[in-house]
Nanobody, 114 residues
Framework: QVHLVESGGGLVQAGGSLRLSCAAS????????MGWYRQAPGKQREMVAT???????NYADSVKGRFTISRDNAKNTVYLQMNSLKPEDTAVYYC????????WGQGTQVTVSS
């Protein structure tokens, strides 16, 4: 069994910053892909950023230059540093890991006020 614990969400004004963390625990040998997704009200869940085991990131065009994904393989933890936040970044942010089996976190709310 694998368990994901997310933290770092909250309320911030436009232009502000937040840092999300997601720690994985349980029966884990290694994690191939780690990433962050988000879902705004009335919209489909979308990819925000992913990072491979070797540290290669991939970003949605909407967050390039503002968000930075990183991971600590020793801690099985992935981070998302979010800068220059915009109201349109408001969503529930979900952590995802692929072992290769797929696991999702419970989600953390990020609200950006204008």
């Amino acid at each position: 069994q694998v368990h994901l614990v997310e933290s770092g969400g909250g309320l911030v004004q436009a232009g502000g910053s937040l840092r999300l963390s997601c720690a994985a625990s349980g029966n884990i040998f290694s994690i191939n892909l780690m990433g962050w997704y988000r879902q705004a009200p009335g919209k489909q869940r979308e990819m925000v950023a992913t990072i491979t085991r070797d540290g290669i990131p991939n970003y949605a065009d909407s967050v390039k230059g503002r968000f930075t994904i990183s991971r600590d393989n020793a801690k099985n933890t992935v981070y998302l540093q979010m800068n220059s936040l915009k109201p349109e970044d408001t969503a529930v942010y979900y952590c995802r890991i692929i072992l290769p089996r797929n696991y999702w976190g419970q989600g953390t709310q990020v609200t950006v006020s204008s």
